[in-house]
């Protein structure tokens, strides 16, 4: 009998059947079933690996110590991490071709070798030469820094075993193949068994590590969602090549929050933090004119100050088109219903547009108000004033609901030189209102629109 047995496996989804099928059942994608070529195993055949040789004993009994994290020398990526890099950890980090992952984790990398660490960057992408070219236009070198071009899983591993490092870069995982797998590199089994050997690794030796992923056309990390799910965290780096700023995000962290957001800038000489994100989202907006208004959102535990914009015209359509950049869309459309129902405005003749300037996706209810005024401010041709601030979540019933950190928000427009906050009047009670800015409550949002549209 073949000691070999064939598969097909989804490349979308990791689902896996014997026969081969024009549309994988798991994930309903057309044309990913590729076939694969896995050995057969005994009842005893398969090598037990272990992450550790302890026993189980009583939760009671286990000394929890808080090791300390390393500090990467960028604040950004610190906050995104939840306060640094935890040794032993895997992150895997995502985002768009040419984005600037590389360039983010080779500065992450020259970072943590300037304070003694030992760093290993494994490229199956570049040869050493084109890393060394690409590190001296960023100005980065130093000698405990240790770059290999390679992609065999086993040769990586020897590479660890002699360096021993305390970080761990392989860019990316999708290049790199365990020989004793058939598939080809960047196959489902190929890259499922790489990520797991490495988490074998990482967990075993305590070494950080980061695995660069490719992203689909759809925006998801290439290859089976299984992948999200063996890491530790879930970095993406995101941006429009045209701007010149980048956002990191975390969608799973397993040692922080999934809410923060980092910023940089990508110059010549690499990535630039930048710490008051609020001025640059703010940087370009016009004043004086009809459906532009500023709301203060919370980004983890960073309030970010951004311009909401709306443009509200006539239809040429039987159906109005509603569409939306940055936010929800159907939060649009409800929003827009309440607008019609409750203040009486006629929209349902009237296209919409609205905008999150800067790139930034806002999810939180508490841009609800900021929306509404928008939309209206657009629809009667009524400029907000200035230096006014909207927060605030919108009920069905027409009602403006309280939000959370309203004192961050707050503070946050003082400093950047707003004289007025309109907030709901819940979150007034017990308000420690800062000097120099004006606080004004609504309860729903008829007098929100009064009290921002006085033109």
Wanted: aromatic share 4%; charged share 25%; hydrophobic share 40%.
């Amino acid at each position: 009998m073949s000691k070999y047995k064939t598969k097909y496996a989804c490349q979308e989804c990791g689902y896996e059947t014997p026969k081969w099928l024009g549309k994988c059942p798991g994930c309903g994608s057309w044309n990913t079933m590729v076939e694969e070529v896995v050995a057969k195993t005994g009842a005893g055949g398969r090598e037990r690996q272990s992450l550790s040789k302890q026993t189980a004993q009583p939760i009671t009994e286990v000394k929890s110590e808080d090791e300390p994290r390393l500090n990467t020398r960028m604040n950004e990526l610190n906050r995104v991490l939840g306060g640094g890099l935890v040794p032993g950890s895997l992150i895997l980090v995502g985002g768009d071709p040419g984005i600037g992952k590389s360039t983010l984790l080779l500065q992450t990398s020259f970072a943590l070798a300037g304070q003694g660490y030992k760093v290993l960057y494994v490229s199956g992408e570049e040869s050493a030469k084109q890393i060394k070219l690409r590190a001296e236009r960023l100005g980065l070198e130093t000698p405990e820094m240790f770059v290999v071009s390679e992609t065999d899983l086993t040769l990586i591993e020897e590479q660890i075993e002699q360096i021993e490092p305390a970080v761990l870069i392989v860019d990316s995982i999708q290049t790199v193949y365990h020989p004793a797998i058939t598939s080809a590199a960047g196959s489902v089994a190929q890259v499922r068994e790489a990520t797991a050997h490495l988490m074998r690794i990482a967990k075993g030796k305590g070494i950080a590590t980061f695995i660069v992923g490719h992203v689909t056309k759809e925006g998801a990390i290439a290859g089976p969602r299984m992948l999200e799910h063996m890491v530790d965290a879930v970095l993406y780096f995101e941006g429009e090549r045209h701007n010149t700023f980048r956002i990191l995000r975390a969608v799973k962290n397993r040692f922080g929050s999934t809410n923060e957001m980092g910023i940089f800038e990508m110059k010549e000489k690499g990535l630039e933090e930048v710490s008051n994100p609020s001025e640059i989202f703010l940087a370009e907006r016009p004043v004086g004119v009809a459906g532009s208004t500023v709301v203060a959102s919370m980004e983890g535990t960073r309030p970010v100050l951004v311009e909401l914009q709306a443009l509200v015209s006539p239809t040429s359509f039987v159906t109005p088109r509603r569409m939306a950049t940055g936010v929800d869309h159907q939060r649009v459309a409800m929003i827009m219903a309440v607008l019609e129902k409750r203040v009486g405005l006629m929209l349902q003749n009237q296209d919409a547009y609205v905008n999150v300037a800067g790139g930034v996706r806002l999810d939180e209810p508490a841009v609800d108000l900021a929306i509404a005024v928008s939309i209206a401010s657009s629809f009667r041709e009524q400029a907000t004033l200035p230096h006014d601030v909207v927060i605030g979540e919108v009920g069905l019933t027409g009602e403006v609901r309280g939000v959370s950190r309203i004192e961050q928000r707050i503070r946050e427009a003082q400093k950047l030189g707003f004289k007025r906050v309109v907030i709901p009047e819940k979150n007034v009670r017990g308000l420690d209102v800062p000097v120099g800015i004006e606080v004004v409550g609504v309860r729903n949002i008829e007098e929100a629109l009064r009290e921002v549209l006085r033109g």
